[in-house]
């Protein structure tokens, strides 16, 4: 079975980092998009940033220049290094993966990890 489990989130002051981790496991053949999304109380969940199975990356124009997707080289963790943070920054992340695995392919998520900015 398929799991994608997140971890790195905490509380931060404004202007400090965090990295989030998205770990993948299970009978995976390939794994091709990747994404992190956050979800604010109150708001619809959003994609932060993306990272195809080529290493492509795409961000939301709010964290453009403050934030980093990047994958290992065996292409089943994914990493979103959070820098600047601000208040606005703080959501629930999960991690999403389109994934081929022994018996379907399709979308998985992870069961968030809670990122609060706050002094």
């Known amino acids: 079975q398929v799991q994608l489990v997140e971890s790195g989130g905490g509380l931060v002051q404004p202007g400090g980092s965090l990295r989030l981790s998205c770990a993948a496991s299970g009978s995976i053949l390939r794994i091709y998009l990747m994404r992190w999304y956050r979800q604010a109380p109150g708001k619809q969940r959003e994609v932060v940033a993306a990272i195809t199975s080529g290493d492509s990356t795409n961000y939301a124009d709010s964290v453009k220049g403050r934030f980093t997707i990047s994958r290992d080289s065996t292409k089943t963790m994914m990493y979103l290094q959070m820098n600047s943070l601000i208040p606005e920054d703080t959501a629930v992340y999960y991690c999403?993966?389109?994934?081929?695995?022994?018996?379907?392919?399709?979308?998985?998520w992870g069961q968030g990890t809670q990122v609060t900015v706050s002094s």
């Open positions: 999403n993966a389109a994934i081929v695995d022994a018996d379907r392919s399709g979308d998985y």
